[in-house]
């Protein structure tokens, strides 16, 4: 495996490459910051924390020419949206190693065209569900125990879900509760979090990755991480919705699962840190594929829902983050999934490649802030293309035709301009060409706005 791992990265950089026994990141939203070497004035561990977040994005399109329209089309005519959230990270040290954490959040706000009309989803901040006045959401309530296993003594910097203290290099840690899928896998120091970095869903994730969730990305669940000199290996089991794209979780959580599988190997290139990470997913549930859906339909629209049993769904990705320099980074990821069978709890995309960069601003003087730049390229299976084609829908596709398929293909460029500590406003710009693989329709340009503010 560790030669497959190699082989790999070879072919994405070439280069002499020197293993680093650096820890991963600690399980927490938006990828924190990797750990450090202990040093002789570390601040004593943390018994309890409070740390609080609100964002406000806004989206808008100028309009973009359109042959048809259907059930699930981005609107062609100029419209704007925006969403608001306001978090709170609630934190207590249980006993040695363990901590508890509640995230009670406030949402507001909808997602262009009731966030539907283009696979990579312009907006990460934008849940498959809206509300004109504000309502209330426990996001996440997980117990963390982490099991020393020696090594180095490493600094652990406080942040949102996560206490600051000291932990060991080797280790293993155990999350349970409600959390995202993405707090844990597929985690991206350069692209992971739409409240600071990238936004569109298939730069920020892999977006063949059909990760359980509900309608606002999360999900109950478990995960065991073992941190080993330059490796780590993560392993997790999470409830899938009830149905696809449903608001709620499947009561009986062996019925309906996910089981997810990362290898990390983490390495430095001329002195460079960098990550590689192999996944794999396995869902079971009551999944439908989309040739049994036309067969059923004779000639009608079909309905993937309509033809769910029980069967199995899988999907690989790699993901790569590189630092170059003391102000670039680099990410790329790669992935497919099972093409037959539908889109259930993400979006609708088979095979995905997204890469980019990152900029410090220290570049130009403006050690806070920072420019991003990314592209993704998505694509769909055959049997979906003549589902969506037929009039089917997806998970958020559906054109009610698609007679001329090609791939998605966006770009994201956005700046982080810091105005206070704690306080960042951030333009973004994406260009999305054939936007839920639809020839007929797009380009799309969409302006954006966010203003973040922590403590």
């Known amino acids: 495996?560790?030669?497959?791992?190699?082989a790999s990265l070879a072919a994405l950089l070439a280069g002499p490459i020197a293993h680093a026994q650096q820890a991963g990141p600690t399980p927490g939203p938006g990828n924190a910051a990797p750990l450090a070497p202990l040093g002789d004035n570390a601040a004593p561990a943390?018994?309890?924390?409070v740390h609080g977040q609100s964002t406000f994005t806004w989206q808008g399109t100028p309009g973009f020419p359109a042959a048809y329209s259907?059930?699930?089309?981005?609107?062609?005519?100029?419209?704007a949206r925006e969403t608001t959230d306001a978090t709170l990270f609630l934190g207590l040290r249980l006993w040695q190693g363990a901590e508890i954490w509640a995230n009670p959040e406030l949402d507001q706000g909808f997602g262009l065209a009731d966030t539907v009309g283009v696979a990579g989803f312009p907006s990460g901040e934008a849940y498959k569900t809206g509300a004109r006045d504000p309502y209330f959401r426990m996001q996440r309530l997980f117990v963390r125990q982490t099991v020393e296993l020696g090594g180095e003594r490493l600094a652990v910097d406080?942040?949102?879900?996560?206490l600051g203290g000291?932990?060991?290099a080797n280790r293993i840690v155990i999350t349970v509760g409600k959390f995202s899928v993405a707090d844990i896998f597929d985690t991206n120091q350069y692209a992971h979090d739409p409240r600071s970095d990238f936004l569109n869903w298939s730069v920020i994730d892999a977006g063949s990755w059909d990760y359980a969730a509900d309608a606002w990305g999360y999900t109950y669940g478990a995960a065991v991480e073992w941190y080993q000199d330059w490796w780590t290996i993560r392993a997790g089991l999470f409830d899938l919705s009830t149905v696809s794209n449903s608001q709620n979780l499947d009561p009986v959580f062996i019925h309906q699962s996910q089981a997810n599988i990362e290898l990390e190997e983490r390495h430095t290139i001329f002195g460079a840190p960098g990550k590689l990470k192999l996944l794999f997913f396995l869902s079971r549930g009551e999944l439908g594929t989309y040739m049994d859906a036309l067969a059923q339909a004779h000639g009608g629209i079909p309905n993937v829902n309509a033809v769910a049993s029980y069967r199995s769904k899988t999907g690989l990705s790699l993901n790569l983050e590189q630092k170059i320099n003391d102000v670039v980074g680099v990410f790329a990821r790669a992935g497919m999934s099972q093409g037959s069978v539908q889109a259930y709890d993400f979006t609708d995309i088979v095979n995905t490649l997204s890469?980019?960069?990152?900029?410090d601003g220290a570049a130009w003087g403006r050690t806070a802030d920072e420019i991003g730049l990314a592209f993704a390229v998505n694509g769909t299976s055959r049997q979906a293309r003549q589902y969506f084609n037929a009039g089917g829908v997806g998970v958020l596709v559906g054109d009610g035709a698609l007679p001329r398929a090609g791939t998605e293909q966006i770009m994201e460029s956005y700046y982080n301009y810091t105005i206070a500590e704690g306080i960042v406003a951030s333009p973004d710009y994406?260009?999305?060409n054939h936007p839920a693989y639809a020839i007929g329709r797009g380009p799309?340009?969409?302006?954006?706005?966010?203003?973040?503010?922590?403590?």
């Open 1 to 6: 495996m560790r030669a497959l791992i190699w």
């Open 430 to 432: 994406q260009f999305i």
């Open 70 to 79: 259907g059930p699930n089309s981005l609107s062609s005519h100029p419209n």
């Open 46 to 49: 943390q018994d309890w924390a």
């Open 166 to 168: 000291s932990t060991s």
């Open 444 to 455: 799309v340009s969409v302006f954006g706005l966010r203003l973040h503010a922590q403590f």
């Open 355 to 359: 890469g980019g960069a990152r900029i």
């Open 158 to 162: 406080p942040d949102q879900n996560v």
